[in-house]
């Protein structure tokens, strides 16, 4: 799901996360106060989370693609996360 009216998925994530075990939250801003904390915080009980997201760390500039891949946060990691969350 990508998500880009938070007051929409408000009201729609419980029945979209109904259907999960587990559920990768993919974020390009730092961990403190993002959306995958709160979905986690909330459902988290019932399934399990991997949050992927900047972390709390200041991030220098470069290349948009390097950094996704450098803070873990691209294609890759996505992958990894599933792999490692499904064995």
């Known amino acids: 799901i990508k998500v880009n009216d938070l007051c929409a998925f408000a009201d729609i994530a419980e029945q979209a996360l109904a259907s999960y075990s587990s ?11 993002c959306l995958g904390q709160a979905l986690a915080s ?12 900047l972390g ?3 991030i ?5 693609d390097r950094l996704k891949h450098v803070y873990g946060i ?3 990691a ?10």
């Open 23 to 33: 559920v990768v939250v993919l974020e390009d801003c730092i961990e403190h106060g």
């Open 56 to 58: 709390a760390q200041f």
């Open 78 to 87: 996505v992958v990894n996360a599933v792999e490692v969350l499904h064995g």
């Open 74 to 76: 691209d294609a890759e």
């Open 42 to 53: 909330r459902y988290g009980k019932k399934r399990d989370f991997k949050l992927l997201n």
């Open 60 to 64: 220098p500039e470069g290349s948009v």
